[in-house]
């Protein structure tokens, strides 16, 4: 089995800042994309910033160079920095990876239990 832990969220103002933690624990092989999603209530879950293990990152279109992922992957975790937060970003952010648990097996999608950011005006 494979855990992945989110940490970070919280209350933001406005104009703030705050930073995202995961890491994956567990029967873990290889990681291929690791990323951030998030869901505001009412709204269906959606893509904030993800990375390839070879360094490729895809952001949305609302991130606008407000937020930055990385991700160590000796140490399998991956983080989101976000700056310029505004209410509209207020939502549960999930932390997803796609592992690999043995040299035969396939790739599988894991999620995090997700995190909660409020970004007050």
């Known amino acids: 089995q494979v855990q992945l832990v989110e940490s970070g969220g919280g209350l933001a103002q406005a104009g703030g800042a705050l930073k995202l933690s995961c890491a994956a624990s567990g029967s873990i092989f290889r990681i291929n994309d690791m990323g951030w999603y998030r869901q505001a209530p009412g709204k269906e879950r959606e893509l904030v910033a993800s990375?390839?293990?070879?360094?490729?990152?895809k952001y949305a279109d609302f991130v606008k160079g407000r937020f930055t992922i990385s991700r160590h992957n000796a140490e399998y975790t991956v983080s989101l920095e976000m700056n310029s937060l505004s209410p509209e970003d207020t939502a549960v952010y999930y932390c997803?990876?796609?592992?690999?648990?043995?040299?035969?097996?396939?790739?599988?999608?894991?999620w995090g239990t997700g995190t909660l950011v409020t970004v007050s005006s």
């Open positions: 997803s990876a796609a592992v690999v648990t043995s040299w035969h097996a396939l790739s599988q999608t894991y």
């Open positions: 990375v390839t293990a070879g360094g490729n990152i």
